[in-house]
C-alpha cells in the first residue's frame, strides 16, 4: 500500500477518471494501436519524411527538436521512474536533484520546443511540406506542442517564478503506480495544475501516438549505426520464399 | 559465399575510426557470422521480408492486347492480370522481323501506353448506364401513361418545353444509374421514332479510325448502315486527311511504314514531331542516322524532333509552302533548266503529268486577251476516229519526240473503263518518248496569267509569265511541265513575262529570297537543303523522304502546301521508291484488311449503298457555323477569275456540291426517304423521275439548303471510341449551342444581311437544340459524356476480342481480353446488338418492312469518275443542264429495309457477298470460297433472317471475317484480285502474292503475335520477298497506273473549280487572314484585352490517343490541368509568368489555361495542347462566368471550296479519300493574364 495514499473518501470520481482510466486507456490505446499498426499498415509505418521537398529548415530544427526530445526523455525516466529514496541513496541531496533537473530540462525543453517552432513553422510556410501535411499531422502537431509547452511552463512556473515543487513525491509515486497496476489518484490531486494539465496532455499524446507518425519513435533506425555494409541472407530452408500452400508441401 | 573463419589481417578500415568501432561492435552483438573485414554479415533466412514484394510483382497470367482507338503505335503489349485484376501492362518484344540489314521493329510501347492500365479501374471509369435524369423521369412518366417506348419518347421530345428541359440541362450533371434494358429499350424507341417521323437519314453515328480496332467501329457503323442511317467521317473532319493525296495520287493515303524510314538516304521531319507524336517508331530516325542519313526539322518552334535533326529550319507558321515552292524553284532550275538527270527526266515523262498536254484559253477580248491555263488535250479534242473511241475525253494526250505527233497513251481514265481499255490500262509507253516541253524549232511562245497569294492579306494578285505553245488540232497548247516552269519563275531563254533576276531576287515568286520574307528561313540554307534533297535522290535513285505531319496539315490551304511538298518527291523521282517520297503521319487510317473491314462496316452483305457523309459539311450546316461566316467564297479566287463563286457562300457552295451529286449530304431531302417511294408510286411514276421532277420544280429541296427547318435537324447521335465535345468539335460551343441547346460561349456575331447564303433558307431565329438524343459509349467520362443524354459503360481495350493495323507497321495485332468487361461494361459488338436486339422488337410494330430511297454520290474508282468531261462544271439548278442521276445529280437508289430484322442481320453475313462480291478500289473480289471457310470456321445462323448464313455474333467471329474476306490476309483474294487487275493493265501482277497464295492469317494467328499481312492490290505497295512496304512501288515496278485523270501523278488540275482559286498549279498559300475574314485583330496587336497570337491544337507529349489527358499518371509527370504554352516574349509583354492563370477569347468562345512560358516557343504563335478534357481542373472564366472552354473552343470551321469537288476523275468521292477538312490552324486568339484567383 501506497504510504501517502489518501482515504478513499478524499478521491473523487473525476480523479478516478483523470488518473485512473484514462491512464489505463491510454495505455490500451498506446499498445494496442501499436500492435494493430504493425499489423494491418506495415507500408504506412513511417515518418513520411518531407526532407525532399525542403532541407534548409529541417537541417535545422529537425536535430535540435530530436536531441532536445532525447534529454527530455531521460529526464523524464530520471524523475518519474527512479524512485527518489534511491538517488538519497547514493547521496543526491534534493537540492542537488533539483538544481540538474532544472537545468538540463530547461535547456533541454527550450532546445526541443525551438526546435518544434521551426518544424511547425516550415511545415506552415513551404508550400509543398504544407501540402503533404494531413489533418492527422495537424492534430498530432497539435497535442505535441501542447505538451512540451506545458511540461517546459510547469518546471518554469513551479521552478524558478515559484519556490520549488517536489513532484518526486507525488507524480513520480503516481506514475509508478500506474504500471505496478496499483493506481493511486489520490497521488495526483495535490499536484500543481500546470503538472497535472501536462500529464493529461501527455496521455492524449500517448493515446493517439501509434495512430499517428509518431510510431517512426518505435522503429528509429539505431542498428545501422553498427549494422555491416553488406547483409546476405542465405535462402529459407523451405523451397521458395514463400511458405509452401496446404498440398504442396515437399515430400 | 561463407567467409573463411578465423582472424584475419584487416587492411583496410571503413570510412572512418568511429564507424570501425561502431560497426566492428556488431560481431558482439549477434549469432550471425561477421567477415573478418567486418563488412558483411552472414544471415540464414529471414527472407520473408521480401515476399510483399515478390507478391507485388507476380501476375496469375498474361494476355496480349493493343491499344485503340487510334493509337498509330501498333505496339502489341503484355498485360498482366492477378486475382482477377489488371494490375499492369509491359512491351511484347515478338515482332516479325524486319531482316538483316536493318534495325528491328522492336523495341515498341511509349509511357503513354504502359499508363493505359490506369483506365480499368479510374474514377473516371463509366461502370453503368446512365441517363439524364430529367429525362429519364419524363420517359418513364410519358411511359407509363402510354405504355409504348415510341410513343413515350415521341410524347417527351415533341413537347417543346419538356424538350427543352432534359436538353438545357445538358452538361450540368444530373446523369443517373439506369439498367441496359431500359436504356437500350430507349434508344431504340428513339431511332424508330426518328425513322418513322423524320427518316433514318437523321440518323447518325461516328466512331473514327477503324483501323485500330475495326470490330468495335464496325460494329455500330454495321448497326447505322443497316438502318439507313448516316455514318459521319472522320479523316477529313479531323483535318488529318490531305487532299493533295487525291489530288496528285488519285489514292489517300498510302505511305512507307516506319522501317521504311532506314532506306533514306535524306530525310525532311516537315511540322511532324517523331519522338512526341510517332514515339514507338522514332528509333528508326536516330538509327538511320548513324546509316549517313541526313535529317532536317522543319518546325516554327524549337520541337522534340529538332534536336535529333542536322539542320533546323524554323519557318514560321503555315508558310511551308512558300519554302517548298522556293525549294522546288531551286530543284527545276538546277536538275531541269540548268542541266538535265536523266533519272528525274525518265521518271517524270513516265510517271507525271508533266508531258501532257494543255490548252491555253483565252480570256478576254482584242489586244487586252491574255492566256490562262486551260484543261489537259484529250483525245476528244484531236478530232478523227481517236474522238470517236469510248471515254475519249479522259484520254490524254502527249507530244512523241520521235514523231512530233500528239500520242495517247495508254494508262489515263479513258482506258480504266470500257471494252476497249481492257489490257492496256497501263504506263507501258511502248516506243513513245514523250516530250516534256513543246519548246522547238515549231513552238511559238505566249504570256499566261498565273495567280500569286503572296499579298499581305493574302489576296489574289496575277503574274505574267511566257510559255512555249504549239498548235495542236486547232488548239493553243503547252505541257504541263512548261506551265511548272511558269509557275515557279524558272526562266527560260526567249520566253516573255516577269521573271525572277536570281535565287536573291525577293519580290517575284518563288525564289529563296523571296520566301526568306514570308518563312524567315535564310534563302540560302533553303537552296542548299533543296539541292542536298535532290542530289541525293539523284545519286540514290529516289531516296529522299519528306515526313509530313500534323504541323503543315491542320491548316485551311494544307492542299496547297502538301502539292508543294509532293512536288519535290515527285520531280526527284522518288514516289514509289522504298526510301523516298512522301510520309504523312497524320491521323493514319489504313485498314489493311480493308476489304473485309468496308463489308462488315457497311452491311455491304445485306443493302448497298451505306450513307456516309462527310462530317465537316455535316457540322457546319447543322451547328449552324454557316451563319456566322460574312464573307463570300469569292474571297478565295484567283485573280481574273470566273466569278463562279462571286455572291456565294461557303453554304452555297456546299448545296451546289450536294445537288450536283458530287459529295454526299445526309439528310437528304426535305422530306422522309422513307416516303419518297410511296410517294412516286402515289403519282404513278418511277421514283427517279418523280425525284427529279419534284427538284427541279421547286416542290422538294435539299436539306442542305435549309438545314435550320425542323425536319431537317439531324436528331440522333451516337458516338462510340470518340470525344467529340472534347477533342474533334472544332467550333465547341456553337455545337454547344444550336446542336445541343446547352450553354455556350458563342461570342460571334451573325452574318448581315447581303453576306448570307443566297440558295439557303435563312431562318430569323437559329435554332437551338436540334438534337433529341446524344448517346455516347465510352469508358471513361469526358466532355462529351457530360453532355449526352445516355451513356452506356464500354469495354477497354483489354477487355474485348479486336484487330489492329496502322499504315506505318505491316503486321496485323490482337486485341484480347484480359479481364471480362467489369461492372455493367459491354463491347461495342455486344452493346450495339443489344441496341439492334431492343430496336428490331419495337421496329417489328412500329416500322416493318419499307423501302427507302438512298441517294448517293459519283464515286471514286468508278465509272461515275467521268461524270464531268475536262471537269466542265454544269450546275442543273441554274439551267446549264438537266438533273440527271448519276450524272449531273446524285444517284438514286432504292434500297429494300427489313427493320424488325436488323438484330438478325447484324449478328451474320448476308447474301449480297455471294452475288456482288466486294470490291475495294475498283477490284472486286469473289468472295464465295471464302463464305464457305466461314460457314465452318464461324458455324451458320439457324433460323430468323438470317437462316443459314455465317454468324458473326460474337466479336471473335467478326474478326475472322474481316481476316477471311480481305486480301491482305488471305493470300488466296490478294492473287485474285491482282488477276482481276491484270486483265485490265495487261501487265504481270499475281506473282505478287503468289508466294503468300495459300496463306490465310486467322485470328489464332493474330492472338500468338503480330502476323505480317499480304501484298494485296487492296494497297499500292508490295511487301513480297519481305521488303519493307513503300506506296506505289506497284505503279512505279509493274507500270500500273494512279487512280488519275492521266493515270500519272498529277501536277496539275483541270477543274474549273481549281482554276476559280488559281489552284491548277502548285501554289504558295498564306494562313487566312482572320483579320480580314471575321473581323478579329491581327496578330500582334495588343490592346487593354491582351495580346493577339496564332492559336495552334498540336499533340500533347502526355497524351495521344491510346491514353488521354485524364490520366492520373500522366497528369503528374506533366503539369496537369489545362496549359498554353507561350513565348517568353508575348509573355513579358502582357506581363505573364510562368504558370500564371490566364484567359484566351475570341469570336467562337473562351478559353482558361495556366501559361507555360517557355523559350521553346517562337513569338507571336501559342500552342495549346489538343484534348485538354473540360473536366480536369478548368476553372470558371472571367468573361462569362461560366467553365472555360477546351482548345476547340477557339476554332471553328472553314470549309475550302475545292475540297467538295466531286465527279471528276481523282476528284470524286470516296469515304475518307475526299471531303473538305475540319482545319482549325488558322485561328488567332486574344491572351491576357488574369485574376490568379479561380474558381470552379
Not at chain 2, 46 to 64: C, E, L, M, N, P
Not at chain 2, 1021 to 1031: K, Q
Request: charged share 20%; aromatic share 10%.
Amino acid at each position: 500500500m501506497n504510504p501517502h495514499a489518501a482515504t478513499p473518501a478524499d478521491t473523487g470520481a473525476l480523479d478516478s477518471l483523470l488518473w485512473v482510466v484514462l491512464p489505463y486507456l491510454a495505455l490500451v490505446a498506446f499498445v494496442a494501436g501499436h500492435a494493430w499498426r504493425y499489423r494491418y499498415d506495415k507500408f504506412g509505418w513511417t515518418t513520411r519524411s518531407s526532407q525532399l521537398y525542403e532541407n534548409r529548415l529541417l537541417r535545422i530544427g529537425s536535430p535540435l527538436f530530436h536531441f532536445g526530445i532525447l534529454f527530455v526523455v531521460l529526464g523524464h525516466i530520471g524523475g518519474l521512474v527512479i524512485p527518489k529514496s534511491w538517488t538519497e541513496t547514493v547521496g543526491v541531496s534534493e537540492h542537488t536533484y533539483h538544481l540538474a533537473a532544472v537545468t538540463l530540462g530547461t535547456v533541454a525543453g527550450v532546445a526541443t520546443l525551438a526546435g518544434l517552432a521551426i518544424l511547425i513553422y516550415r511545415r506552415r510556410t513551404v508550400g509543398a511540406v504544407f501540402h503533404a501535411t494531413t489533418r492527422n499531422d495537424k492534430l498530432m502537431y497539435a497535442v505535441l506542442a501542447l505538451t512540451l509547452a506545458l511540461g517546459l511552463a510547469a518546471t518554469v512556473d513551479s521552478n524558478i517564478v515559484g519556490g520549488g515543487y517536489d513532484y518526486r513525491t507525488t507524480i513520480s509515486p503516481w506514475f509508478r503506480s500506474v504500471f505496478s497496476f496499483d493506481p493511486d489518484p489520490a497521488l495526483m490531486s495535490g499536484a500543481p495544475p500546470l503538472f497535472r494539465l501536462h500529464a493529461l496532455s501527455a496521455l492524449l499524446l500517448f493515446g493517439i501516438w501509434p495512430f499517428t507518425r509518431l510510431v517512426h519513435m518505435l522503429t528509429a533506425p539505431v542498428g545501422y549505426l553498427t549494422r555491416p555494409y553488406i547483409v546476405y541472407r542465405s535462402r529459407d530452408p523451405q523451397l521458395s520464399a514463400r511458405a509452401p500452400r496446404r498440398g504442396w508441401e515437399r515430400t | 559465399m561463407k567467409a573463411k573463419k578465423g582472424p584475419e589481417p584487416r587492411r583496410v578500415g571503413l570510412d572512418s575510426d568511429l564507424t570501425d568501432a561502431l560497426v566492428g561492435s556488431r560481431r558482439f552483438f549477434t549469432r550471425a557470422e561477421v567477415s573478418g573485414d567486418r563488412r558483411a554479415v552472414y544471415r540464414i533466412g529471414g527472407r520473408q521480408a521480401d515476399t510483399f514484394y515478390r507478391d507485388r510483382w507476380s501476375h496469375d497470367k498474361v494476355v496480349r492486347s493493343t491499344h485503340g482507338v487510334n493509337c498509330t503505335g501498333s505496339c502489341s503489349w503484355k498485360v498482366y492480370v492477378k486475382d482477377g485484376i489488371i494490375t499492369w501492362e509491359s512491351q511484347q518484344t515478338d515482332y516479325p522481323s524486319v531482316g538483316p540489314d536493318s534495325p528491328e521493329y522492336e523495341p515498341r510501347g511509349c509511357p503513354r501506353g504502359a499508363a493505359f492500365s490506369w483506365y480499368t479501374y479510374s474514377p473516371t471509369r463509366v461502370r453503368y448506364p446512365y441517363v439524364r435524369g430529367v429525362l429519364l423521369e419524363m420517359y418513364r412518366e410519358a411511359r407509363a401513361r402510354l405504355g409504348d417506348p415510341v410513343l413515350a419518347w415521341a410524347d417527351v421530345v415533341g413537347d417543346p418545353e419538356r424538350s427543352r428541359r432534359y436538353k438545357a440541362a445538358r452538361g450540368k450533371g444530373g446523369l443517373v444509374r439506369a439498367t441496359w434494358d431500359e436504356a437500350a429499350e430507349m434508344i431504340a424507341a428513339a431511332h424508330v421514332h426518328t425513322i418513322k417521323a423524320y427518316g433514318p437519314d437523321r440518323l447518325a453515328g461516328f466512331s473514327p479510325i477503324p483501323a485500330m480496332s475495326m470490330v468495335s467501329h464496325a460494329a455500330g457503323a454495321r448497326f447505322y448502315s443497316l438502318l439507313g442511317g448516316v455514318m459521319l467521317s472522320f479523316y477529313d473532319w479531323y483535318a488529318d486527311l490531305p487532299v493533295a493525296s487525291p489530288q496528285v495520287f488519285g489514292d489517300q493515303t498510302d505511305v512507307p511504314e516506319s522501317g521504311d524510314w532506314w532506306d533514306a538516304g535524306y530525310l525532311i521531319m516537315w511540322g511532324s514531331n517523331l519522338p512526341v507524336t510517332r514515339t514507338p517508331d522514332a528509333h528508326w530516325m536516330a538509327e538511320a542516322r548513324y546509316r549517313g542519313q541526313k535529317v532536317i526539322a522543319v518546325a516554327p518552334d524549337y520541337a522534340d524532333n529538332v534536336k535529333f535533326a542536322d539542320e533546323w529550319l524554323p519557318a514560321q507558321p503555315g508558310t511551308d509552302g512558300a519554302l517548298a515552292m522556293a525549294m522546288g524553284h531551286v530543284i527545276l532550275k538546277e536538275f531541269f533548266v540548268d542541266r538535265q538527270v536523266g533519272y528525274f527526266t525518265d521518271y517524270v515523262k513516265r510517271y507525271t503529268d508533266l508531258p501532257f498536254l494543255v490548252t491555253l484559253d483565252r480570256r478576254g477580248q482584242g489586244p487586252d486577251a491574255v492566256f490562262v491555263p486551260g484543261k489537259f488535250l484529250t483525245a476528244a479534242d484531236l478530232g478523227g476516229s481517236s474522238a470517236r473511241a469510248e471515254n475519249a475525253a479522259f484520254k490524254t494526250v502527249l507530244l512523241d519526240a520521235a514523231t512530233d505527233a500528239p500520242v495517247v497513251p495508254g494508262g489515263s481514265l479513258g482506258h480504266r473503263y470500257g471494252e476497249a481499255g481492257a489490257g492496256i490500262w497501263n504506263l507501258d509507253l511502248g516506243g513513245v518518248d514523250p516530250l516534256l516541253t513543246v519548246a522547238g524549232e515549231r513552238a511559238t511562245s505566249a504570256e499566261v496569267r498565273l495567280t500569286r497569294f503572296d499579298t499581305t492579306d493574302g489576296s489574289a494578285a496575277e503574274l505574267s509569265r511566257g510559255v512555249p505553245v504549239r498548235q495542236i488540232a486547232g488548239h493553243t497548247v503547252t505541257t504541263v511541265f512548261d506551265l511548272l516552269l511558269a509557275q515557279y519563275g524558272v526562266a527560260r531563254e526567249g520566253l516573255p513575262g516577269v521573271w525572277p533576276g536570281g535565287y536573291d531576287d525577293p519580290e517575284q515568286p518563288y525564289t529563296p529570297a523571296w520566301q526568306a520574307a514570308i518563312t524567315g528561313v535564310a534563302g540560302e540554307q533553303a537552296a542548299r537543303i533543296a539541292r542536298e534533297f535532290a542530289a541525293n535522290a539523284e545519286e540514290s535513285k529516289g531516296r529522299s523522304m519528306i515526313i509530313m505531319g500534323a504541323g503543315t496539315n491542320h491548316w485551311f490551304h494544307s492542299d496547297t502546301i502538301y502539292r508543294a511538298f509532293l512536288t519535290l518527291t515527285t520531280l526527284t523521282g522518288c514516289q514509289g521508291v522504298n526510301g523516298g517520297g512522301w510520309a504523312h503521319y497524320v491521323g493514319q487510317e489504313k485498314v489493311r484488311p480493308i476489304t473485309g473491314y468496308s463489308a462488315l462496316a457497311t452491311a455491304a452483305d445485306w443493302n448497298r449503298p451505306a450513307r456516309q457523309m462527310i462530317q465537316t459539311a455535316y457540322w457546319y450546316l447543322h451547328t449552324d457555323q454557316f451563319r456566322y461566316d460574312p464573307f463570300s467564297a469569292d474571297t478565295l479566287a484567283a485573280a481574273g477569275a470566273g466569278g463562279t463563286f462571286a455572291g456565294r457562300t461557303t453554304a452555297d457552295v456546299i448545296a451546289a456540291s450536294a445537288r450536283m451529286g458530287w459529295m454526299p449530304s445526309y439528310p437528304t431531302f426535305d422530306r422522309n426517304p422513307l416516303h419518297l417511294v410511296k410517294d412516286a408510286e402515289a403519282a404513278g411514276r418511277p421514283v427517279e423521275a418523280y425525284v427529279v421532277d419534284e427538284l427541279k420544280a421547286g416542290r422538294m429541296r435539299f436539306a442542305g439548303e435549309d438545314p435550320d427547318a425542323p425536319q431537317n435537324f439531324p436528331r440522333v447521335l451516337t458516338i462510340w471510341r470518340a470525344n467529340l465535345l472534347g477533342s474533334s468539335a472544332k467550333g465547341n460551343e456553337y455545337f454547344l449551342k444550336h446542336l445541343l441547346g446547352a450553354d455556350s460561349a458563342v461570342r460571334a456575331a451573325e452574318a448581315p444581311p447581303g453576306a448570307r447564303p443566297r440558295d439557303l433558307v435563312w431562318h430569323e431565329d437559329a435554332p437551338t437544340g436540334k438534337l433529341d438524343l446524344l448517346l455516347t459509349l465510352d469508358f471513361r467520362m469526358t466532355s462529351t459524356t457530360i453532355y449526352s443524354d445516355i451513356v452506356l459503360p464500354a469495354a477497354t481495350w483489354y477487355e474485348k476480342h479486336d484487330l489492329n493495323t496502322t499504315d506505318m507497321h505491316p503486321f496485323v495485332n490482337s486485341f484480347n481480353p484480359a479481364i471480362a468487361p467489369p461492372w455493367h461494361t459491354r463491347t461495342d459488338w455486344d452493346a450495339f446488338n443489344t441496341i439492334a436486339t431492343a430496336f428490331s422488337r419495337l421496329a417489328a410494330e412500329h416500322l416493318g418492312t419499307v423501302t427507302d430511297l438512298v441517294a448517293a454520290p459519283l464515286l471514286h474508282d468508278t465509272p461515275d469518275a467521268m461524270a464531268t468531261p475536262h471537269g466542265r462544271v454544269t450546275d442543273w439548278k441554274t439551267g446549264q443542264c438537266e438533273p440527271v442521276p448519276g450524272r449531273t445529280m446524285p444517284k438514286l437508289i432504292t434500297v429494300e429495309r427489313d427493320y424488325a430484322a436488323v438484330a438478325d442481320k447484324m449478328t451474320a453475313l448476308g447474301p449480297l457477298l455471294d452475288t456482288l462480291g466486294a470490291t475495294t478500289k475498283g477490284v472486286t473480289f469473289d468472295v464465295t470460297r471464302e463464305l464457305d471457310y466461314l460457314r465452318h470456321k464461324n458455324g451458320t445462323v439457324h433460323g430468323g433472317a438470317a437462316d443459314g448464313r455465317p454468324s458473326i455474333a460474337r466479336d471473335v467471329q467478326a474478326c475472322e471475317a474481316i481476316l477471311a474476306l480481305s486480301g491482305t490476309t488471305n493470300g488466296h483474294l490478294a492473287t485474285q484480285g491482282f488477276q482481276t487487275l491484270e486483265a485490265r493493265t495487261g501487265m504481270p501482277l499475281a506473282d505478287l502474292a503468289a508466294e503468300h497464295q495459300g496463306r490465310r492469317v486467322t485470328f489464332a494467328d493474330t492472338q500468338q503475335g503480330p502476323v505480317p499481312v499480304i501484298t494485296s492490290p487492296e494497297w499500292s505497295g508490295s511487301e513480297s520477298g519481305g521488303r519493307r512496304y513503300s506506296p506505289f512501288t506497284i505503279n512505279v515496278e509493274r507500270l500500273k497506273p494512279w487512280h488519275t485523270l492521266t493515270g500519272r501523278q498529277h501536277f496539275f488540275l483541270d477543274h474549273d473549280w481549281m482554276a476559280e482559286l488559281g489552284e491548277g498549279l502548285p501554289v504558295y498559300r498564306p494562313p487566312l487572314n482572320m483579320h480580314a475574314l471575321f473581323g478579329e485583330p491581327e496578330v500582334g496587336d495588343q490592346g487593354e484585352l491582351g495580346i493577339t497570337v496564332r492559336y495552334l491544337t498540336p499533340h500533347n507529349k502526355w497524351s495521344i490517343h491510346s491514353e488521354y489527358q485524364d490520366n492520373l499518371f500522366m497528369l503528374s509527370l506533366s503539369r496537369g490541368g489545362p496549359t498554353i504554352w507561350m513565348s517568353k516574349e508575348d509573355a513579358a509583354k502582357i506581363g505573364v509568368h510562368d504558370n500564371d492563370w490566364i484567359e484566351a477569347v475570341n469570336r467562337n468562345g473562351v478559353v482558361v489555361a495556366r501559361a507555360v512560358v517557355s523559350h521553346r516557343m517562337p513569338e507571336g504563335t501559342v500552342y495549346m495542347h489538343h484534348a485538354q478534357d473540360r473536366l480536369i481542373d478548368v476553372p470558371r472564366t472571367e468573361t462569362n462566368g461560366r467553365r472555360g472552354g477546351i482548345h476547340n473552343s477557339l476554332t471553328r470551321l472553314l470549309v475550302k471550296p475545292s475540297h467538295l469537288i466531286g465527279g471528276y476523275a481523282q476528284l470524286s468521292y470516296a469515304f475518307n479519300y475526299l471531303g473538305p477538312t475540319g482545319n482549325q490552324r488558322d485561328e488567332v486568339t486574344v491572351i491576357r493574364r488574369r485574376n490568379q484567383e479561380v474558381t470552379y
